[in-house]
C-alpha cells in the first residue's frame, strides 16, 4: 500500500480526489435534507437560516468525526 500521495499518479491522485469531493457533496446534500425534514416535522424549531447553516455545519463535522472513528 502506498503511503505517499505523491507516489500516485496524476490520474489516481485526480480520480481520487474526485471520488472525495462526490462522497462529500453526498454527504453534505443529505445532511441538508435530513435537516430540512426535521424542521418540517417540528423535531427542530425553525430560527431561521443563519442558525440552521450553523446546525448543518455542526451536523456535517459530527458526521465526519464518527466517519473516521469507524461508527457511521
Given at each position: 500500500?502506498?503511503?505517499?500521495?505523491?507516489?500516485?499518479?496524476?490520474?489516481?491522485?485526480?480520480?481520487?480526489?474526485?471520488?472525495?469531493?462526490?462522497?462529500?457533496?453526498?454527504?453534505?446534500?443529505?445532511?441538508?435534507?435530513?435537516?430540512?425534514?426535521?424542521?418540517?416535522h417540528g423535531?427542530?424549531?425553525?430560527?431561521?437560516?443563519?442558525?440552521a447553516l450553523?446546525?448543518?455545519?455542526?451536523?456535517?463535522?459530527?458526521?465526519?468525526?464518527?466517519?473516521?472513528?469507524?461508527?457511521?
Amino acid at each position: 500500500m502506498l503511503s505517499d500521495w505523491n507516489l500516485l499518479s496524476d490520474d489516481l491522485q485526480l480520480a481520487l480526489s474526485r471520488e472525495a469531493l462526490r462522497r462529500a457533496s453526498h454527504t453534505l446534500a443529505s445532511q441538508a435534507q435530513q435537516l430540512a425534514e426535521e424542521i418540517e416535522h417540528g423535531t427542530i424549531t425553525d430560527r431561521g437560516g443563519p442558525d440552521a447553516l450553523r446546525l448543518l455545519a455542526t451536523v456535517v463535522l459530527i458526521t465526519n468525526e464518527a466517519s473516521l472513528a469507524g461508527t457511521a
